[in-house]
């Protein structure tokens, strides 16, 4: 009953978040950021999209518009204690919601942990508005120990693409639009053993104890590398993992691997999830990125469809066995960005996942995104069943 109610308690809150926005200006212990995005969605399906009455698979453009605002607040209660909190508002419009059905339902059960604190003011077929606080925790710090209590990101991953560190809240790469990624229902006790190392709990909150995450990490430096080591529970599995981040001589050095061990008697098989990086940055401003990622819980077969559907977990971070990964990133002037990412599967349908992006800062505050996601795999012969491209106008304050 206490979860069903946090429904209107979230209501309430979403209604009164507006309210620092008088109280900020008068009270300099609270302090507010932001932005408002656009982006339009042009997504082309080639033989691709279902057509469930013919029993077949069609030709279609997919035209879509997302309006997101994102209202953070920081609250500094003193010296030891901030109360932070995130509100997320998505409105949805477009041909990707008229065809998904139960698009805002879906949209609400994947936007929230243990605690619901999300609404659904608008759920309309060809219109959804979903507002969630992702973001709402206390946090207590003094001296060496730092307490947090509240949905928060629980951020144990090292590496840039792939992360099997990250047990609390995992995340997809493929996913762009959500840079603050998801949180937990969890509290988290944190205790500092030096400038570069500490001790660190966390337990996430859940109905059974098959859907709780409780667990531990040491982070020390040695060797003029950061490495850390975990264990604990996830679902019922044991998990035993490590991590580190440092140098190959000028070029950045990371990776990290997680082994789980299953409780339920019903699963037999271990499932073991490894990545590693390398990233360098030339005088002239280029940045390279390359790594690989190894999942044993990946298929073999499978075309790149998968992609976008497979169940994301820290144990499961991509749909395919082996993944390789390259990026480029250039300044072509001061305020033009481009960029290059590349994800190739040695499968058999030889999946391959490419991401270009323009950025250019309009001026102060804003700026514009013009973002690629296109899929190859083969089949009788190697070609793009999907494109997407994605026009991002963003506003922060």
Not at 378 to 389: D, H, P
């Amino acid at each position: 009953m206490f979860r069903k109610n946090l429904k209107y308690i979230t209501g309430l809150l979403t209604l009164v978040f507006g309210l620092p926005y008088l109280v900020s200006a008068q009270n300099d212990n609270i302090v507010l950021s932001g932005y408002v995005k656009n982006m339009q969605t042009v997504i082309f399906f080639n033989d691709s999209y279902p057509d469930y009455q013919q029993g077949t698979f069609v030709d279609t453009v997919f035209l879509d518009e997302l309006i997101h605002h994102r209202l953070n607040m920081n609250w500094y209660m003193g010296d030891k204690f901030t109360l932070k909190a995130g509100l997320r508002t998505r409105l949805f419009l477009g041909d990707f919601v008229r065809s998904t059905p139960d698009y805002g339902k879906s949209t609400d059960e994947v936007s929230n942990d243990f605690l619901d604190l999300s609404v659904l003011p608008i759920d309309k077929p060809s219109v959804v508005m979903h507002s969630v606080l992702d973001r709402l925790y206390l946090e207590y710090s003094a001296g060496n120990w730092e307490i947090r209590l509240g949905r928060q990101r629980v951020n144990w991953g090292i590496n840039t693409v792939w992360n099997p560190n990250d047990i609390f809240n995992a995340f997809a790469f493929t996913d762009f639009d959500y840079e603050e990624r998801p949180g937990s229902d969890a509290v988290r006790v944190k205790y500092y053993t030096g400038i570069a190392s500490s001790v660190e709990i966390a337990a996430k909150a859940a109905d059974n104890l098959n859907e709780a995450v409780i667990a531990g990490m040491w982070k020390f430096n040695k060797w003029n590398y950061d490495f850390q080591l975990l264990g604990g529970y996830v679902k019922d599995d044991i998990v035993l993992g490590a991590g580190w981040a440092g140098n190959l001589k000028n070029a950045g050095f990371k990776g990290e691997f997680s082994w789980f061990t299953p409780l339920n008697d019903d699963i037999e098989e271990d499932a073991f999830a490894a990545t590693i990086g390398v990233d360098y940055s030339f005088a002239n401003a280029l940045y390279l990125n390359g790594g690989a990622l190894y999942n044993s819980m990946g298929f073999a077969k499978g075309d790149a469809s998968t992609l976008f559907s497979f169940e994301l977990s820290a144990k499961n971070l991509y749909p395919y066995k082996w993944a390789f990964f390259g990026q480029a990133n250039y300044p072509i002037t001061p305020l033009l960005n481009g960029g290059l990412a590349v994800i190739y599967s040695p499968v058999e349908s030889q999946a391959l996942f490419l991401n270009p992006l323009m950025t250019y800062s309009i001026k102060e505050n804003w700026d514009v995104d013009l973002v690629g996601q296109v899929v190859f795999d083969k089949n009788e012969t190697y070609s793009s069943a999907l494109q997407a491209v994605f026009l991002r106008l963003k506003y922060s304050y």
